[in-house]
């Protein structure tokens, strides 16, 4: 194997031009498995082809994604073709389908660029791993003639089925096509799903077109606490605050993620976080009125009430609204945080829970889940909640997403229950990223440095046979403190790098060379308009990899 070099670069610009750009080096964010660099470069050009091999219909998406990439800089996108044979000066695309779904092979070398993936989800991976070889000026559109990209082989699949991201659009709303951005920064790190949490107690931000004033009431809080939660003095703004999505806007952007392999995972919250629900319809809550949205963050005592049959009607209707905006295999329906305090002076639920022959108020929350899970089951889907929906009891088919640490994730698959790691310990974006709070924007507390984020280690003590139940990690960006999506990008970027990393190649992390590979990462978000924080750049770490160690066997595979 021969590594990439500053004097390869030199006779690159020799052979081409002075027009050739040529990229730097090789830094794929996250790793690949295996990587092999050989004598050589590729041309690209305008006269380059995409050659399909493959007739599959989706393999036009991941396509028109890399000519779109390439349009502004050279004028023009690609011509597509179809041929069962490879060309030159081409990049030849194949679907195999001995490959894994997520799994493919870019190679490069002189004469041609050859993708094969075991999925069109899979080639698209593979060009948004073509796309890092390609210099950042290209994202802002740099007028080239020519390319340079070093001969290589890339061999590559991740670690863990699924890769999340979540937005809270509740506490504050952006809009369509803010989100569309977040969409965009997942896909750039090969994530493979967006949790989309769409109701809590300070909004609910999805039309339900038979619920109106879910949106017309629910969606809009009279203001919003200014500063930190503790901050007393600090007051309100006393300005209205509101905004959600229409199923039109829903559809648009469900479709905008599946063209870029993005499942979208909605979280209608229950039965914690419905204060926007109660104020809507206050026949949902136990007490039955006087509910107002709240205007400031933390717990709401006010939370649904199990003990009435029209609650649960009210959820059948809402999630199957949602499932047919949603095709998502699961539908995260939260059970986190719910305070117990108005069920045990309920007449109605003190009545549920004996007429189900249940322990305790922890068994009526869990006779709750499990009675929504059985509907959604019954649609042909499953559940996902955060890990207080273990109290109480729980089906084997729910998953559970660990947040409280990952203690709860833990449990779970001992328990036998799929288990996504979110721990706020090292998965929490809303955190500060630093200790010096003067110089950084309001957070909720904390401080989670991107170091710490990229030792999240998904398997903590577990044994080999519970580890097969941990099915992926997930970023999470509450919003309380986050106005601005200007805000939201410097709040996940970098960090979602390294939890990108650490659910597709957590086998081989190492950070010196991560902080290596960030380098080009960091410009690339700066071409891309997007805010990152630049802390990691200052802080290098002791030991930096050599190209040699940066580079895997290839038998690695």
Same mark, same amino acid.
């Given at each position: 194997?021969?590594? +990439?070099?500053?004097?390869?670069?030199?006779?690159? +610009?020799?052979? +081409? *031009?002075?027009?050739? $750009?040529?990229?730097?080096?090789?830094? #794929? #964010?996250?790793?690949?498995?295996? $990587?092999?660099?050989?004598?050589?470069?590729?041309?690209?050009?305008?006269? &380059?082809? #995409?050659?399909?091999? *493959?007739?599959?219909?989706?393999?036009?998406?991941? $396509?028109? +994604?890399?000519?779109? =990439?390439? /349009?502004? &800089?050279?004028?023009?996108?690609? /011509?597509?073709?179809? *041929?069962?044979? =490879?060309?030159?000066n081409a990049i030849n695309v194949n679907v195999n389908s001995l490959l894994g779904d997520e799994e493919y092979t870019l190679a490069v070398d002189n004469k041609q660029i050859t993708i094969e993936g075991g999925s069109p989800k899979a080639v698209f991976y593979a060009f948004q791993t073509l796309r890092q070889l390609l210099p950042v000026s290209i994202e802002k559109g740099a007028k080239m003639k020519l390319i340079s990209i070093p001969a290589v082989v890339i061999k590559d699949k991740p670690d863990f089925a699924y890769r999340g991201g979540m937005l809270d659009v509740c506490r504050h709303f952006f809009t369509v096509a803010e989100v569309k951005k977040y969409i965009d920064i997942l896909s750039l790190h090969k994530m493979n799903t967006f949790h989309w949490h769409l109701t809590d107690d300070q909004g609910w931000r999805i039309e339900i077109k038979k619920y109106p004033k879910l949106t017309e009431v629910g969606s809009i809080r009279n203001q919003t606490k200014v500063g930190n939660y503790s901050d007393e003095k600090a007051g309100y703004d006393n300005t209205p605050y509101g905004g959600f999505y229409t199923q039109k806007q829903i559809k648009e952007i469900v479709k905008y993620a599946s063209d870029k392999f993005i499942t979208i995972i909605p979280e209608i919250e229950m039965p914690g976080h419905g204060v926007a629900a109660l104020t809507s319809y206050p026949y949902l809550g136990c007490v039955g009125k006087n509910y107002k949205l709240r205007e400031t963050w933390g717990v709401s005592e006010e939370v649904y009430c199990p003990g009435k049959e029209t609650t649960f009607q009210f959820i059948e209707d809402v999630l199957t609204e949602v499932m047919n905006l949603f095709p998502s295999e699961y539908i995260h329906i939260g059970g986190d945080e719910c305070p117990k305090g108005e069920w045990e002076k309920c007449p109605l639920c003190q009545k549920r829970i004996k007429d189900e022959g249940l322990k305790n108020e922890l068994e009526l929350q869990s006779y709750l889940v499990l009675r929504v899970e059985k509907f959604v089951n019954s649609k042909g889907r499953k559940i996902i909640g955060w890990d207080e929906i273990l109290e109480g009891g729980l089906s084997k088919t729910a998953t559970v997403m660990s947040w409280r640490g990952s203690k709860g994730g833990i449990e779970a698959a001992k328990r036998g229950n799929h288990v996504i790691m979110a721990p706020n310990t090292y998965c929490y974006l809303d955190y500060y990223q630093t200790g010096d709070l003067k110089n950084e924007p309001l957070g909720i507390g904390g401080n989670l440095p991107i170091e710490k984020v990229y030792e999240l280690n998904p398997y903590q003590d577990l044994n080999a046979e519970e580890c097969k139940y941990i099915v992926g990690v997930q970023g999470n960006l509450w919003t309380e403190y986050i106005a601005t999506f200007d805000h939201a990008e410097y709040m996940i970027l970098p960090r979602l790098a390294a939890i990108s990393e650490v659910g597709w190649a957590l086998n081989r992390k190492d950070y010196p060379d991560f902080w290596q590979r960030m380098q080009s990462m960091m410009r690339r978000y700066d071409a891309l308009g997007y805010r990152s924080a630049k802390h990691m750049l200052k802080n290098k770490p002791k030991v930096v990899c050599t190209p040699a160690q940066n580079s895997m066997p290839i038998d690695n595979l």
């Open positions: 194997m021969k590594h +990439f070099a500053g004097h390869f670069l030199l006779s690159a +610009f020799l052979l +081409f *031009s002075s027009n050739v $750009v040529a990229v730097e080096n090789i830094n #794929i #964010i996250p790793k690949p498995l295996s $990587v092999a660099v050989q004598e050589g470069a590729f041309a690209l050009s305008a006269k &380059t082809s #995409i050659n399909l091999l *493959s007739a599959d219909a989706k393999l036009k998406l991941s $396509v028109d +994604f890399f000519n779109d =990439l390439l /349009k502004k &800089t050279f004028s023009k996108g690609l /011509k597509v073709g179809e *041929s069962k044979n =490879l060309k030159s």
